[in-house]
């Protein structure tokens, strides 16, 4: 018997902070933007690292590079066949710590959760190195104030990511359209030419520079 009284709905006390409370359908675009950030960023950096590398190692390890790109794409091949399965089995979502909690036990997940951790830090410390080597290339004047370019990335970077997940896809949804249009650009651009830049033959009437006798 209610004795008149209305029902009510049990609310929370504290209110839901930004990202909490309902799911909320991310799309393909946006879930590109969310959630591959990490692989995407790593074709910035991860060739010219690979390239460096292997330079340091000497000129003829420079033809392992080949061998080197089928096996990342392998991984990421194996990545993504990875991915489907897990989605397969929990249709309704899930990171890796639920993942591996619901399939593997409490000593997996934790082991998930702190690769995820350590991954999630060193992207977002190479990313913001090679961003601002990237940006200081473009615009010398920024040479001197790499670390002051970093810290500013990381506190948009924070501040976008504590909006939650559906909010933080739809900010870096352009700027993830942007990237990959110029990488394919970048791409298309190399196959177009028949030798890179630096190694345009002289112009006719030119002498080259013969280094002098000491």
């Given at each position: 018997m209610a004795y008149g009284l209305a029902r009510r709905e049990l609310r929370p006390?504290?209110?839901?902070?930004?990202?909490?409370?309902?799911?909320?359908h991310?799309?393909?675009?946006?879930?590109?933007?969310?959630?591959?950030l990490d692989a995407l960023s790593s074709v910035a950096y991860g060739p010219e690292a690979i390239v460096l590398a292997l330079v340091v190692a000497g000129t003829g390890a420079l033809t392992a590079t080949l061998s080197i790109t089928l096996a990342i794409t392998f991984l990421l091949a194996a990545l993504v066949v990875s991915y489907g399965q897990v989605i397969a089995v929990h249709p309704d979502?899930?990171?890796?710590?639920?993942?591996?909690?619901a399939d593997l036990g409490a000593t997996a997940s934790l082991l998930a959760a702190a690769s995820l951790v350590v991954d999630y830090v060193l992207t977002v410390a190479v990313s913001l190195a090679a961003g601002a080597d990237a940006?200081?290339?473009a615009f010398p004047a920024f040479a001197h104030d790499k670390l002051v370019v970093c810290l500013i990335g990381l506190a948009l970077l924070a501040a976008v990511n504590l909006r939650g997940v559906s909010?933080?896809?739809?900010v870096l949804m352009l700027p993830t359209v942007l990237f990959?249009?110029?990488i394919l650009g970048v791409i298309v651009l190399g196959l177009l030419r028949s030798r890179p830049p630096s190694s345009a033959p002289p112009s006719p009437g030119t002498r080259p520079r013969r280094c002098p006798r000491w």
């Open positions: 006390r504290v209110p839901l902070r930004p990202g909490e409370g309902e799911k909320h991310l799309t393909s675009l946006e879930g590109l933007a969310a959630l591959s979502g899930g990171g890796a710590y639920a993942v591996a909690k940006l200081a290339s909010d933080s896809a739809r990959i249009v110029a």
